[in-house]
């Protein structure tokens, strides 16, 4: 099995900066899109930003040119580096990982890790 665990949540003012991370254990290699989900309690889950195996990425436009998604492959590791955040950002976030090469092809067959918090005040 595949076992995603984020870290790197908190609280920041306006304009701050966040690292995600992502640890992947199991057979991660059987996934081919890994990405990021944020959901507040009035939404469902949106897709922040994907990648996939050969390197194709994609991000919400609210936060393009803000953020960058990245993959260590030595450490097994998923990155979102959030930059001039906005309270708009306040979300839990998730990671996942797919079967299919892009991750919102890859329905029931998705891995999600347990969520880290991302609070941005104003």
């Known amino acids: 099995q595949v076992q995603l665990v984020e870290s790197g949540g908190g609280s920041v003012q306006a304009g701050g900066s966040l690292k995600l991370s992502c640890a992947a254990s199991?057979?991660?290699?059987?996934?081919?899109?890994m990405g990021w989900y944020r959901q507040t309690p009035r939404k469902e889950r949106d897709l922040v930003s994907s990648?996939?195996?050969?390197?194709?990425?994609t991000y919400l436009d609210s936060v393009k040119g803000r953020f960058t998604i990245s993959l260590d492959n030595d450490k097994k590791t998923l990155h979102l580096q959030m930059n001039s955040l906005k309270p708009e950002d306040t979300a839990m976030y998730y990671c996942?990982?797919?079967?299919?090469?892009?991750?919102?092809?890859?329905?029931?067959?998705?891995?999600w890790g347990q969520g880290t918090q991302v609070t941005v005040s104003s």
């Open positions: 199991g057979y991660i290699f059987s996934s081919c899109g």
């Open positions: 990648l996939t195996r050969d390197g194709i990425t």
């Open positions: 996942a990982a797919g079967r299919a090469r892009f991750l919102w092809w890859s329905g029931k067959d998705t891995y």
